[in-house]
């Protein structure tokens, strides 16, 4: 309405009109560019207005295609109840809100922005609507990850502005007829509506000429500054600020940002040398009607915090993998060397067990637990050995045709004399659309069947253990079932963690290294797949390689 009743005015503007209608259509523009979302919201929720970007992101020609509607009309979708919610607590509690908001952005899919909002009030108090200021922090979000509460809460708005913003409301809406008013009162009133948001605006906020000399900014951006006003910046240079000594910095990106005429997102330091901060600046070009670059409109978030978190989280994550190498360092040496003693004891101990019927049944006893003892530290030693190379870096994969159909069924016959042991019924299913030869690396695939069919074995005590091979369109299936014991639900996931054993509280036990499922895990990886596991306790578990199927070239 206000723009209706100006043309209607039939009397010659005066100088101090011009004045005021120049003023008017800067601050107009100012919040048309600003880099961040703006809109105002009547008591019921329709959308009094809004800046160009908000409007931009909501797939609307003008800002002015905003008035009237609701958040419902907007395509927020299953988000339009949360940001209704959030806007009656800030009108119904009087309160400033800050709430992280996830809503459909067009083109864009869905945007996540920290939205802070603050009540509209009239004359005597009563609230008349919200201002609301969005930021868009999806592309931050992974690595700043407190930025929700980045800013601190707005002061409170003057209770003038409050009067003006209660008039321009009435004169928007229709209450209060324009008739009664002065054009230098309604351009007063615009005036002043558009300076109380871009004062309070959330952030840093500020606007320089082409010369890097500042024209404005908002409150905050003056505290920062130290400067009692925020009308007290006009003039002043980055050289006058207590950054000064990043003032040449900052420059360079202003000038960046007018000689390409495009916005740019860039961390910058400010502060003093005791007390450095560091902030995400999101910087864009001020235009004029005619599209020339005037100078630069600035916005920035302190991410100070962020920043020293995510340098400790580097420093630790450097440590943990400096300690990790000498971990693995330690380990490769340590089995090397426990190798060649081994070597002498495997060797008397094939000795003992060829001669062992000129022993008596004591010493042939000792025989069999020395055998069993060194079969388990020599297994244990390969383990941490293979483990080692993998943590190392230093495991090749080595692609090359393979009998799969007779591998199989050879490490089944391998593994039948264990299982008919403690009589359990070892089978194997080979598909019959399932090639006999694959190309794959034969140490992986050793690997981790050989880990599975032990685990089984280890963990079944009667029933059934089967081998079952299939395809699934390019992608091979090797599953491994028992009717074991099985694994409680909350130890699933945790069970392919290395050094870590589940056993059941009904075994008395405790045997294996806590290494078998994680190398079965990295194997899988190595081979471009995964492994899955299905279980539950009493009635065995369910373990499923899926890898790519690869068939030679012949085939």
């Known amino acids: 309405m206000v723009k209706k009743v100006l043309p209607e005015q039939s009397a010659e503007p005066s100088d101090e009109l ?63 109840e949360q940001i209704i919610e959030n806007d009656t607590k800030v009108m119904a509690g009087n309160k400033t809100l800050i709430a992280e908001e996830v809503v459909p952005e ?37 690595l700043e990850v407190e930025l929700r509460e980045a800013n601190q809460k ?10 003006h913003v209660a008039k321009l409301h009435r004169l928007v809406t229709g209450q209060d007829g324009p008739e009664g008013a002065s054009i230098a009162l309604l351009i007063d009133s615009v005036s002043d509506f558009l300076e109380n948001i871009i004062a309070k605006v959330p952030g840093h906020i500020y606007w320089y000429d082409k010369n890097n000399v500042y024209l404005g900014c908002n409150d905050e951006q003056a505290v920062s500054a130290g400067l009692k006003s925020r009308k007290d910046i006009a003039g002043k240079t980055n050289f006058d600020m207590p950054w000064h000594a990043q003032a040449k910095a900052h420059e360079e990106y202003n000038n960046k940002v007018m000689e390409s005429g495009k916005a740019h997102i860039e961390e910058e330091l400010a502060g003093t040398p005791d007390n450095p901060k560091v902030y995400l600046s999101k910087k864009v070009p001020l235009k004029n009607n005619r599209g020339e670059v005037i100078g630069v409109l600035g916005s920035s978030i302190d991410i100070t915090r962020q920043k020293e978190l995510e340098n400790k989280l580097q420093a630790a994550k450097e440590e943990a993998e400096a300690a990790n190498k000498a971990k693995t360092m330690f380990i490769e040496d340590a089995s090397h060397n426990a190798r060649t003693p081994l070597a002498s004891i495997y060797g008397a101990k094939e000795l003992f067990k060829v001669q062992r019927d000129n022993f008596n049944a004591e010493q042939q006893e000792w025989i069999d637990i020395l055998d069993e003892s060194v079969n388990r530290f020599q297994d244990m030693i390969e383990r941490i050995l293979d483990f080692s190379r993998i943590e190392g870096g ?22 039948q004399g264990q299982a008919n042991e403690k009589g359990l019924k070892l089978t194997v299913d080979y598909a019959a659309d399932m090639p006999h030869r694959i190309v794959s690396d034969e140490y992986c695939i050793n690997s981790i069947l050989l880990n599975l069919l032990s685990n089984a074995l280890k963990f079944t005590e009667k029933g059934v253990i089967s081998i079952n091979v299939s395809r699934e369109k390019d992608r091979l299936l090797l599953v491994v079932s028992d009717t074991g014991c099985g694994i409680r639900k909350e130890d699933l996931e945790q069970i392919f963690e290395r050094f870590n054993k589940v056993v059941p509280s009904s075994r008395l036990d405790n045997q294996g290294y806590g290494l078998g499922l994680s190398t079965v895990r990295y194997m899988a990886a190595f081979l471009e797949g995964d492994v899955s596991l299905k279980s539950e306790p009493g009635k065995g578990s369910t373990f499923t390689l899926n890898i790519p199927l690869e068939v030679p070239e012949s085939e």
């Open 18 to 80: 011009d004045e005021l209608r120049l003023e008017n259509n800067f601050l107009k523009k100012i919040i048309a560019q600003l880099p961040i979302h703006i809109y105002w919201k009547s008591k019921d929720g329709h959308y009094l207005g809004c800046n160009e970007l908000q409007a931009k992101s909501l797939g609307l020609s003008s800002p002015e295609d905003i008035i009237g509607r609701t958040s419902y009309e907007l395509g927020y979708g299953d988000m339009a």
């Open 106 to 142: 067009r083109d864009a899919g869905n945007q996540t922005y920290i939205s802070r909002k603050i009540p509209l009030l009239g004359s005597n108090g009563e609230t008349l609507g919200l201002l609301g200021a969005s930021v868009n922090i999806s592309k931050q979000k992974e």
């Open 154 to 163: 707005l002061e409170a708005s003057k209770q003038k502005s409050y009067e």
């Open 394 to 415: 230093h495991f090749k994969i080595k692609h090359a045709p393979i009998d799969f159909y007779v591998y199989v069924h050879h490490m089944a016959d391998t593994l």
